[in-house]
Each structure stands twice: as structure tokens, then as C-alpha cells.
């Protein structure tokens, strides 16, 4: 039988929780405005897992070098898949807000594996504002 620890299966299912439920917004509004793939899978994955790799990172590598490895490992991935939300059409680049929305949201799991709430909260409220309203603010093409 495998000796599991239930104080820290409720810890990671608490904090795996909040970079969860900070990336619903976002989620939410990328699902119903955004016509692109990335929605309310995508995003609450990318912030739980890095989150998560924080978690195994911060409790199985001792010293914040092995951490920082680690962190920016989840960084370039982000980076990687968001890449992959970009489209180039009629000399158009599309999906670069997504591309960036992956990123923010990898960015709050990063937070909240840290337990810098703060951050992750001001980090999915301003997301949350900007693809919600910055869409108002956006210029449009005449053609």
C-alpha cells in the first residue's frame, strides 16, 4: 500500500482549486466571445498543471535553483503551446490574444503554487477585464 498523505492531498487539491477557479473568467469569456479553439478546457488545464508542476517542483527539489529550472521549463512550454493558438490568414496574425491568455493563465497557476494569491487574483481579474472589455477599446479593419 502506498503511503499517501492526506494533509497534502488536500493542500495540492486546495491549491490546484483556487489557479482553477481564478482561470474560469477567462475561460468563460473566451469560450462565448472568441470563436477560437481555446475555451473553458483549455485554459483551466494550462493553470492547473502549472500550478501542479509547481507543486512537485517546490516539494521534490530542495533549493530555489532546481525551482527556477523548473519555472522557467513551464514558462517556455506556455510559450510553446500558446505559438500554437497563433494563425497567420490573408496577412493576418489571429489567435495572439489567445496565444497571450494561455500564458496568463499559466502564469496564475505559476502564482498560486507559490501561494502568492495576490498576484493570481490581480492576474485573473485584469485578464478577465481585458478580454472581457478590451474588445470596445480594439480598432477595427475597414475591409
Same mark, same amino acid.
Given at each position: ?5 492526506f494533509d497534502q492531498?488536500w493542500f495540492n ?14 475561460? =468563460?469569456?473566451? %469560450? ?25 517542483? /517546490? ?7 532546481? %525551482? ?9 512550454? /506556455?510559450? =510553446? ?7 497567420? %490568414? ?37 485578464? =478577465?477585464?481585458? =478580454? ?9 479593419? %475597414?475591409?
Amino acid at each position: 500500500m502506498p503511503d499517501i498523505n492526506f494533509d497534502q492531498v488536500w493542500f495540492n487539491l486546495y491549491q490546484i482549486g483556487i489557479a482553477f477557479m481564478l482561470a474560469l473568467p477567462i475561460a =468563460f469569456n473566451r %469560450e462565448y466571445v472568441d470563436t477560437g479553439g481555446a475555451g473553458l478546457r483549455t485554459y483551466p488545464l494550462v493553470s492547473i498543471a502549472c500550478c501542479a508542476f509547481m507543486l512537485v517542483a /517546490m516539494d521534490v527539489y530542495q533549493g530555489s535553483d532546481a %525551482e527556477a529550472r523548473v519555472m522557467y521549463g513551464v514558462i517556455t512550454g /506556455m510559450g =510553446f503551446i500558446g505559438g500554437g493558438a497563433i494563425v497567420k %490568414e490573408s496577412g493576418r496574425a489571429m489567435g495572439t490574444a489567445n496565444a497571450a491568455g494561455i500564458w496568463l493563465t499559466g502564469a496564475i497557476g505559476l502564482s498560486v503554487a507559490y501561494r502568492r494569491y495576490e498576484i493570481a487574483i490581480v492576474l485573473s481579474l485584469i485578464g =478577465f477585464l481585458i =478580454f472581457q472589455f478590451g474588445s470596445y477599446l480594439k480598432r477595427r479593419d %475597414e475591409s
